[in-house]
T-cell receptor, first 113, second 114 residues
Framework: EPEVTQTPSHQVTQMGQEVILRCVPI?????FYWYRQILGQKVEFLVS????????KSEIFDDQFSVERPDGSNFTLKIRSTKLEDSAMYFC???????????FGQGTRLTVV | AQSVTQLGSHVSVSEGALVLLRCNYS??????LFWYVQYPNQGLQLLLK??????LVKGINGFEAEFKKSETSFHLTKPSAHMSDAAEYFC????????????FGSGTRLLVRP
């Protein structure tokens, strides 16, 4: 069964460092998303991406964040200068039509120390 | 704007008992509604979805949910709980023909007692 895969599963980084979280969406999907879940809190939308550009972003997704689809298979989230409050589980998701369900990856747990 | 409220951060049931997880939504347009499950240390798995077709939606693992417009609810049920159902359950809403983002509720952790 096709699935969204994310790497790494866990990343520890020092405050101020750049991190790149990687995702391989389901191959024939067209819409891509990043969500995050701070420990003990709800899952929050960060950004959606379609046709090689951001289609929507939340207020969380500030200038420190960027997304890219560098090739035909990968979808990345970059945080330029990490803060302690960026510590969270980051989920990548993709959907075919963008209208119905999104399929989520297993997540990357980011710990900023 | 769309929003979702899940009543009860923790629900505990005995194995074999009815599972009822509550979700109420707020939406200015007919919504698309979803239930996702998150097992420990795993990602979010879709249980079922409502996209304006049948109001009673059947999902995986014996779960179902009923869309009730008059009550703005989309409660998740399962007739008989199994130990393997222990997980966190998230209700989510998306406005059709609009933003593609999902708005999640705060989640309900289901505990199943032997």
């Amino acid at each position: 069964e096709p699935e969204v895969t994310q790497t790494p599963s866990h990343q520890v980084t020092q405050m101020g460092q750049e991190v790149i979280l990687r995702c391989v969406p389901i191959s024939n999907h067209l819409y891509f998303y990043w969500y995050r879940q701070i420990l003990g809190q709800k899952v929050e939308f960060l950004v959606s991406f379609y046709n090689n550009e951001i289609s929507e972003k939340s207020e969380i997704f500030d200038d420190q964040f960027s997304v890219e689809r560098p090739d035909g298979s990968n979808f990345t989230l970059k945080i330029r200068s990490t803060k302690l409050e960026d510590s969270a589980m980051y989920f990548c998701a993709s959907s075919g039509t963008g209208i119905t369900e999104a399929f989520f990856g297993q997540g990357t747990r980011l710990t900023v120390v | 704007a769309q929003s979702v409220t899940q009543l009860g951060s923790h629900v505990s049931v005995s194995e074999g008992a009815l599972v009822l997880l509550r979700c109420n939504y707020s939406s200015s347009v007919p919504p698309y509604l979803f239930w996702y499950v998150q097992y420990p240390n795993q990602g979010l798995q879709l249980l079922l979805k409502y996209t304006s077709a049948a109001t009673l939606v059947k999902g995986i693992n014996g779960f179902e949910a009923e869309f009730k417009k008059s009550e703005t609810s989309f409660h998740l049920t399962k007739p008989s709980a199994h130990m393997s159902d222990a997980a966190e359950y998230f209700c989510a809403v998306k406005a059709p023909d609009s933003s593609y983002k999902l708005i999640f509720g705060s989640g309900t952790r289901l505990l199943v007692r032997p």
